[in-house]
């Protein structure tokens, strides 16, 4: 239970020091007065009356910022969606290979993406599949044209010819279609997991990263 509030007689603080006011008991006060002698204070005093114009600038701003929110999710496109969806998915892979390397370039240079191996336009379907997606160099990513065949090298490297063997099965995945209310369900999830992540803020070992990706594949609920 909070700390109940104790009345207090109305009288100027702070701004308000020195105004008269009506002394009488009051719950809620601002600068000491209550809401008829704050009236007061704002529409017959100078000081009153800048305190007030800054006050509703600062309303105004407020609100604006809301209604600003409001109109850029009105005008969002199931093209703007989906790049929210990608920007929270690429978020999960870097936390949860924090710490590794490029998986091309096994280098620790340089910024890191999430690169994904089979790349977006080759086949959109995949683009949200955490075990097709690995923390990348930006270099060898955006520079190398995905960097296909070092990519392919760090993945046998790291857990054989067969996983790559099902990173390639990939390509046959049917066609998902997601509509702009399951994609918002998925980006609430996905930022629910980055949460989680964060808040664990923990090196995984190379077979702690594949259980991450299946276990979190699984709570985002694209791919069966």
Not at 13 to 26: D, H, M, Q, T, V
Not at 123 to 135: G, K, M, Q
Request: with cysteine.
């Amino acid at each position: 239970m909070g700390i109940p509030i104790k009345e207090k007689p109305c009288k100027g603080i702070n701004r308000a020091l020195g105004f008269e006011s009506c002394g009488l008991p009051s719950l809620k006060r601002t600068f000491g007065l209550c809401d008829s002698c704050l009236y007061d204070f704002y529409t017959t005093t100078e000081i009153g009356k800048v305190l007030f114009s800054k006050r509703k600038i600062e309303v105004a701003k407020s609100n604006w910022k809301e209604q600003k929110k409001v109109l850029k999710e009105n005008v969002k496109t199931l093209s703007d969606y989906k790049n929210d969806l990608q920007k929270e998915i690429n978020t999960i892979v870097r936390l949860i290979d924090r710490g590794h390397p490029c998986i091309a370039t096994g280098s620790f240079e340089g910024k890191m993406n999430a690169g994904h191996y089979i790349g977006v336009q080759a086949n959109p379907t995949t683009r949200y599949h955490l075990e097709n997606i690995w923390l990348q160099s930006e270099h060898s990513n955006m520079w190398k044209s995905g960097d296909t065949l070092r990519y392919q090298d760090g993945i046998i490297s790291l857990f054989g010819k067969e996983y790559l063997d099902r990173l390639n099965s990939f390509k046959t995945i049917p066609v998902i279609k997601l509509s702009v209310d399951e994609i918002k369900e998925k980006i609430i999830i996905c930022r629910e997991i980055v949460k989680e992540l964060k808040s664990h803020n923990h090196i995984y070992s190379n077979a702690n990263r594949m259980e991450k990706r299946k276990e979190f594949n699984s709570r985002i609920g694209i791919y069966k």
